[in-house]
């Protein structure tokens, strides 16, 4: 009925997990029914071949599913089943009572106490009968204490028999809608019925490990069942989607997992396992093999995506490496290209979106530094802008401002992001940037350098050439090509323009306290300090330049107006106890040293 051609579009669809709650049809359970070698051995020849009695022959792995569906309904106390099989022939001797292969025979074996033709009754229905006669039998199966009725195809649609418990796939079948037409036979609703159940006999040995089990043909309609009803359920789809997630995560020894497996193994059961394994280690190795295989390898790496933004500081992005073993950039970047090309369901890029997954790389590079930017900038008043090299909270933020730079120089950033920095007071000129860096070093210089920004030519601080910078400043100062801005910046600050005058003005400054404290007389002695300062000397370079005519007449008159001679004779009585003996002054003494 899935054909539009002949039956239309459908009118209403309703899954079978949306049907189950709503109390429409049954619940189910798919029991997986193991049979080994062991069980068969006592009956079985050379060549995998059975011998019954002496005139027939049986194949062992059609006698071992025979064995397996009646173990099964006795184990589970069920009592009306549909058989499906690949070919008419195949499902035809398989209930018939006449053929040497016939499951009556199993019956015989298996339960002599309580098989009788009375008991027990075994049909067959195929699409060359007419629908009378398959009415017949279908009322005749419905009649029967315990019947099994088998067929190829024509019970999986258009018959209604809620008296069915069980429907047992005996041969595989591929077809998906098959599978789930079939398996709608055993969930039909009725008083007595708890729920239906979904048989698949599988053949293993007795040695076997699960995945050499996995790895057998039989372990085909296990994983096209399971994926049907997966498909179809979507209680059993988001069970094993978040199992697998869990996988993903690495947390498969966590009571959630502990949990999903309870739940998981309440609709899924594997019945009959080998005696000489190790039950629950086996039965968790089988179930964890089979949700690798029926469960979406999307949600896994959804998961490990989640293992690693765990590890990362809260970004789900990873970049083009191994991350534990895993090729996580490598997935993460096809998950970029399928939501380029409209590939990408809106349920995945909605999980995708709700743990932070970027899905332009260069957006979420961007994104985080400009967050790393504005932390930045909290923690320093000075602005946002850092050097070029430098490191933030072990982000290369230095590099990413660069690239920035770069960017807006060859018109490749948006108008977005530049106005978002430009709003911070981000530098887009890399001169500028050398400025703002020069003038941050200034500032930490300046809190450490008792609140003088003011250094040498030759100082170093902090890796920077701060002296070198400061010089360049006052160059251009000088050249008038500092813009006011950043003259008003730096003068806000403290910073001199001329040295020469700061210099001046310290030492003429300490002449008049110095005159404060030696009975009004301002002249010091040439080797005199005075509160730390070599007065005395800068007292001396000033008479000097004055001889040589290179002190100018402004100065020449404030000194005078103190007092200031030209000429000393440095009588000993005059420095009254102030004096020291000291070397020659130098102007940049009180700068050297200074890490």
């Known amino acids: 009925m899935d054909d539009e051609k002949f039956y239309g579009k459908p009118f209403y669809e309703i899954t079978f997990g949306e049907a189950i709650e709503r109390g429409h049809i049954t619940d189910y359970k798919i029991v997986i029914i193991c049979v080994t070698d062991v069980e068969v051995k006592k009956i079985i020849q050379q060549r995998g071949k059975l011998i019954f009695d002496n005139k027939h022959e049986w194949d062992a792995k059609a006698f071992a599913k025979r064995v397996a569906l009646v173990k099964g309904m006795k184990a589970y106390g069920l009592k009306k089943v549909f058989t499906f099989h690949g070919k008419i022939k195949g499902a035809k001797a398989f209930t018939d009572t006449n053929n040497p292969y016939g499951i009556d025979k199993v019956f015989k074996i298996l339960e002599p106490a309580t098989y009788t033709p009375e008991t027990v009754k075994f049909f067959h229905v195929n699409g060359e009968m007419s629908s009378g006669e398959r009415k017949n039998r279908l009322d005749e199966f419905k009649e029967a204490q315990v019947s099994i009725m088998s067929n190829a195809r024509c019970l999986t649609e258009g018959v209604n028999v809620p008296a069915v418990d069980t429907i047992a796939f005996i041969d595989p079948k591929e077809s998906l809608i098959d599978i789930v037409q079939a398996t709608g036979r055993a969930m039909r609703k009725a008083q007595w019925k708890e729920k239906g159940y979904i048989f698949i006999p599988v053949v293993i040995d007795e040695e076997d490990d699960p995945e050499e089990i996995i790895e057998t043909s039989d372990f085909k309609s296990v994983w096209r069942v399971l994926q049907s009803m997966i498909d179809q359920d979507q209680r059993l789809e988001s069970l094993v989607s978040n199992m697998r997630v869990i996988q993903g995560r690495g947390e498969e020894k966590t009571e959630a997992w502990k949990a999903a497996m309870s739940e998981y193994s309440e609709k899924i059961e594997f019945f009959n396992l080998p005696f000489k394994i190790h039950k629950a280690r086996f039965l968790n190795s089988l179930y964890t093999k089979t949700l690798e295989i029926v469960g979406r390898s999307w949600d896994f790496w959804y998961g490990v995506t989640l293992r690693f933004k765990e590890q ?208 009004g007389n301002p002249n010091a002695s040439k080797k005199v300090i005075f509160e730390g300062y070599n007065l005395g000397s800068w007292q001396d370079t000033l008479r000097r330049r004055y001889k040589n005519n290179k002190l100018s007449k402004e100065r020449i008159n404030r000194l005078e107006e103190i007092g200031f001679k030209w000429k000393m004779n440095y009588p000993a009585a005059e420095l009254r106890g102030i004096e020291k003996q000291q070397g020659p002054f130098d102007p940049d003494a009180e700068h050297r040293g200074i890490p």
């Not at 993460?332 to 743990?355: F, G, P, T, V």
């Not at 170093?460 to 500092?482: C, N, P, T």
């Open 312 to 519: 990362n500081n809260g970004d789900p992005n990873a970049p083009r490496i191994l991350f534990e073993g895993f090729k996580l950039g490598s997935w993460q970047s096809s998950q970029r290209q399928s939501y380029k090309k409209k590939l990408l369901s809106a349920d995945r890029i909605e999980r995708l979106n709700q743990i932070g997954f970027a899905w332009d790389p260069h957006d979420q590079l961007f994104e985080k530094g400009f967050q790393k930017t504005l932390r930045f900038k909290e923690q320093n008043s000075g602005g946002p802008n850092v050097p070029a090299r430098f490191i933030f909270e072990g982000f290369k933020l230095g590099s990413w401002q660069d690239t920035q730079r770069q960017f807006y120089k060859k018109k490749k950033l948006s108008t977005d992001r530049i106005e978002r920095l430009s709003q911070i007071g981000f530098i887009w000129d890399q001169l500028e940037q050398l400025f703002e860096e020069g003038f941050q070093k200034t500032l930490r210089f300046k809190e450490q350098n008792n609140g003088d920004p003011n250094a040498s030519a030759s100082l170093i601080f902090e890796g920077f050439k701060m002296g070198s910078w400061q010089a360049v400043r006052r160059q251009h100062y000088k050249k008038k090509i500092l813009s006011i801005e950043k003259i008003e910046k730096l003068s806000q600050i403290g910073f001199v323009w001329d040295q020469l005058e700061q210099q001046f003005e310290k030492g003429f400054q300490k002449t008049l306290r110095f005159k404060e404290q030696n009975n």
